[in-house]
């Protein structure tokens, strides 16, 4: 079966730039779209972004969103890091009828 | 904008069924441009997809659950329900409804329900 393979666990300053991975096991990454959710303590996922590198309205610039078909892998990146932007953070695409989310990636941001 | 909220009792004995409804405000169920899925978070857990139904009442499950597993549509009560059988304590978690686009994108959640198997 597919799946998405994120680091555990990401920490960087304030205002600095992270970037969380999401591999995938096998086939191309590339072949179907790849969202990221932001989860805070005690709330749903909310999406920060959609297919592959587009934001939602009401989503900041700081975050994007790439894919690099060399590495099967696709990652986040939040620039200009707040203290807000500390939370679960979750890749997920599709394959072979199977929606598929990786483990999880917790950013603390100290 | 679509609204989704789960509903269901939140505590279920071991072995027995899991029924959870989500209740679709703001558009129709029956609309081609959505499927509709479960999803659930074990406590201090990550996400796992459970399963999704199209309107056309086409299903799909995680292989993992499939023998347990059961998604249906309502479109008279706009609805779509979740039953999980023979349940564990492993099936304790937090339930949440979405909707997903054709992009395979979770585009709107319900708030998500907490459900505890417990003797």
């Known amino acids: 079966n597919f799946m998405l393979t994120q680091p555990h666990s990401v920490s960087e300053s304030p205002g600095k730039t992270v970037t969380i991975s999401c591999t995938g096991s096998?086939?191309?990454?590339?072949?179907?779209?790849v969202q990221w959710y932001q989860q805070r303590p005690g709330s749903a996922p909310t999406t920060v972004i959609y297919?592959?590198?587009?934001?939602p309205s009401g989503v900041p610039d700081r975050f994007s969103g790439s894919i690099d078909s060399s590495s099967n892998s696709a990652s986040l990146t939040i620039s200009g890091l707040k203290t807000e932007d500390e939370a679960d953070y979750y890749c997920q695409s599709y394959d072979s009828s199977s929606w598929v989310f990786g483990g999880g990636t917790k950013l603390t941001v100290l | 904008q679509l609204q989704l909220q789960e509903s269901g009792p939140g505590l279920v004995k071991p072995s027995e069924t899991l029924s959870l409804t989500c209740t679709v405000s703001?558009?129709?169920?029956?609309?081609?441009?959505?499927?509709w899925g479960w999803i659930r978070q074990p406590p201090g857990k990550g996400l796992e997809w459970i399963g999704s139904i199209y309107y056309s009442g086409s299903t799909y499950y995680n292989p993992s659950l499939k023998s347990r597993v059961t998604i249906s549509v309502d479109t008279s009560k706009n609805q779509f329900s979740l039953k999980l059988s023979s349940v564990t304590a492993a099936d304790t978690a937090v339930y949440y409804c979405a909707t997903i686009t054709d992009s395979s994108w979770l585009q709107y959640w319900g708030q998500g329900t907490l459900v505890t198997v417990s003797s």
């Open positions: 096998s086939g191309s990454i590339a072949s179907n779209y």
């Open positions: 703001g558009g129709s169920i029956s609309s081609s441009s959505y499927y």
């Open positions: 297919e592959d590198n587009q934001r």
